[in-house]
């Protein structure tokens, strides 16, 4: 008995100096020799006041503000993050590629999106809209879009919900993302462009547009930002869990949606209940 129990106790004591030698070597991967680690979140680079890549290669956004809170909870610096764009479309496989962490990109709670990956969350209540021309009269509800021209994004509940429900006649054009929509509003190759309000509300606002687009103001859907992990790392969903109850306790998550949705003059819904199983 007793030597069973030493060898038992010797292969555990063995098991964890090669688990703690594994770990060290991994904590080296991707290290760029600033001593720290790094953490790599995926956010959208075209979506102003959610999640932007500036022109002078600053990352600004809610989207932002929130991953960057979270990544401190988890132990990482600002200075320790890498800015991975995530496109609609990709989202799925690159969490299960491993390619990011986390992702943090106006990215909608789906059941579909379950089977593939798991959300923490949720922290943000946004609705699909739509954003037209300022004069545009014709379209004041879902159905006008059956005869019109639409622009949305590959691989978003924005464009399957048109699809499903919205106005399955639509013509529907779907590009890589909604930044790239903005052109054919202007230019009146399509007559709107539909996602979130959060998302249109930006673009709106930008110096650029002034005076030229506007939301409908529809609340066509309810999407629920969660942030993405890997399928089945409980952990991590549980530690970011965990990081978005204290955000929204110690008054960061208002401070976040203030400071990037009030000059955009969106009325943005109060913080949801986090889903905590
Ligand atoms: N929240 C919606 C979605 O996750 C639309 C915005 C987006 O494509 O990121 O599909």
């Excluded at 979140?41 to 600053?58: E, S, W």
């Excluded at 529907?172 to 509300?201: H, P, R």
Aim: hydrophobic fraction near 35%; proline fraction near 3%; aromatic fraction near 8%.
């Amino acid at each position: 008995m007793k030597l069973r129990a030493r060898k038992a106790t010797a292969a555990i004591a063995s098991v964890l100096t090669l688990s703690l030698a594994a770990t060290a070597c991994g904590s080296d991967d991707g290290d760029s020799g600033s001593g720290g680690d790094k953490i790599v979140i995926g956010i959208k680079f075209d979506q102003p006041g959610v999640g932007l890549k500036t022109k002078d290669g600053k990352y600004t956004g809610f989207d932002v503000d929130v991953a960057t809170y979270v990544a401190k909870e988890l132990g990482y610096d600002a200075k320790d993050i890498e800015w991975k764009q995530t496109p609609s479309a990709q989202r799925e496989t690159m969490l299960a590629n491993g390619d990011v962490e986390f992702i943090t990109a106006s990215y909608s709670i789906t059941d579909k999106r379950k089977e593939k990956v798991d959300f923490a969350g949720p922290y943000f209540l946004a609705h699909q809209d739509l954003l037209i021309r300022n004069d545009e009269t014709g379209i004041t509800k879902a159905e006008d879009l059956n005869s019109k021209k639409l622009c949305s994004v590959t691989g978003s509940t924005s464009a399957q919900n048109v699809k499903d429900e919205l106005a399955p006649k639509a013509d529907l054009q779907t590009l890589g993302g909604y930044s790239e929509c903005l052109t054919g509003l202007e230019n009146k190759s399509v007559d709107a462009l539909t996602t979130d309000d959060a998302i249109l509300a930006g673009y709106a606002s930008q110096p650029e547009h002034q005076g030229k687009f506007k939301l409908a103001g529809l609340k066509l859907s309810d999407e629920n930002y969660g942030i993405g992990v890997k399928k089945g790392n409980s952990d991590l969903k549980g530690k970011i869990n965990k990081a978005l109850e204290k955000m929204k306790s110690d008054g960061s998550w208002e401070k976040f949606v203030q400071a990037n949705f009030s000059k955009a003059n969106y009325k943005y819904e109060p913080a949801p209940a986090i889903d905590a199983s």
